[in-house]
């Protein structure tokens, strides 16, 4: 008699949560999904966990602004901050160079807490065995929060050792006339971290930058850019990665617009916020500390049919303490110039008629 197999649907994988749930940077979701940080803690929870290990993500850019370098760095850092395998591509002549401006990680409050000990704890006499065994657990602690997601300092350089090593591959697109070296290195990347009887033993990141650039000999080639995307998205979701990949929509024809939109799993798109915009200061509040917005088109749905319903999809990017970029909903601005709620909350309809009839 055949041994028996565990059998795979289409909305099923065969996925190990103990061995997932051992693999550093991976956060196991709902229906055998698992996830990888953006770099982001914001967008983490509005993606529901992250982007979805195995799947594809999009970043639409903004010409007058790069937005994007700032998602593409914290994805990137979070990475190598776990020691999972990293391919970069660039349309510069020394891409490895962009690893010197990743972010640092920032300190928890935890770690800066652990730093000096307070006059309480001097003072405190506890038994040495039961110390042993809070300090064992805050360390777990500790472990287990950075485990996944860090918050990043945009103004500290990552340290050179975590990208010098040899799990980091950078790849230059400019003096390339086709994309078949780079598909080439995908596929080599890709072996790599492959799944074992339907296991990942481990996680990498794939990602690449303005993939449709004009520096670019292949900027103008519609059909081989598309059949890159389609099979980098197929090397991705057979394998333990994620690759994101950031272009320029004003530089693709609409039509072939329509088709990277679709291939892509995740959709994002980042727009810079002009200084004197006077008429958009009156809408939003706090317009003076924005960067720019980010509007989340598509979320990835593996082995799931129910869609994703966002509470927003747009929202403003905003740099805390001026170094760590965080995500807040879009709010408007009272009319009145009280420091009323939001237009979310003020009830047109439902208020009271004493103000005059309402029009419809």
Not at 62 to 71: C, F, N, R, V, W
Not at 120 to 149: H, M, P, S
Not at 180 to 187: A, I, N, Y
Request: charged share 20%.
């Amino acid at each position: 008699m055949a041994s028996s197999r565990p059998r795979g649907g289409s909305f099923s994988r065969n996925i190990s949560s103990a061995a997932t749930a051992q693999i550093p940077g991976v956060k196991l979701g709902p229906n055998g999904t698992s996830f990888l940080s953006s770099g982001i803690p914001d967008l983490d929870q509005i993606l529901g966990g992250g982007f979805t290990l195995g799947s594809l993500v999009m970043v639409m850019e903004d010409p007058e602004a790069p937005h994007h370098m700032l998602l593409l760095r914290n994805f990137m850092s979070q990475g190598l901050i776990h020691k999972q395998p990293l391919l970069y591509a660039s349309p510069e002549r020394d891409p490895r160079g962009f690893l010197g401006t990743l972010p640092s990680p920032m300190a928890s409050k935890e770690e800066k807490s652990n730093e000096r000990p307070s006059e309480q704890d001097a003072n405190l006499r506890i038994a040495w065995q039961y110390k042993k065994y809070f300090g064992e657990q805050t360390e777990v602690q500790r472990g287990g929060k950075a485990e996944y997601c860090n918050d990043f300092d945009l103004r500290k350089p990552l340290e050179r050792h975590f990208y010098s090593g040899q799990r980091v591959d950078c790849i230059s697109l400019r003096d390339s006339p086709n994309l078949v070296p780079l598909l080439e290195r995908c596929s080599t990347f890709s072996a790599q971290i492959s799944k074992s009887d339907g296991n990942i033993t481990c996680a990498g990141r794939i990602a690449i930058q303005s993939l449709c650039s004009p520096q670019c000999d292949f900027s103008d080639k519609d059909w081989e850019m598309l059949s890159f995307i389609r099979s980098l998205k197929g090397m991705v979701r057979s394998s333990g990665a994620v690759a994101v990949i950031s272009f320029p929509p004003s530089l693709v024809s609409p039509a072939f617009l329509k088709r990277w939109q679709h291939l892509a799993d995740t959709l994002i798109s980042v727009k810079a916020i002009p200084d004197e915009d006077k008429e958009l200061a009156k809408l939003l509040t706090g317009y003076q500390d924005m960067l720019g917005l980010l509007s989340v088109h598509k979320v990835a749905r593996i082995n799931t049919q129910v869609p994703a319903i966002l509470e927003a999809t747009t929202f403003s990017m905003k740099l805390r303490k001026r170094r760590a970029l965080v995500l807040e909903c879009l709010n408007q601005a009272p009319v009145d110039g009280s420091s009323g709620s939001s237009y979310g909350t003020s009830g047109a309809c439902s208020g009271s008629s004493k103000t005059g009839n309402l029009d419809f």
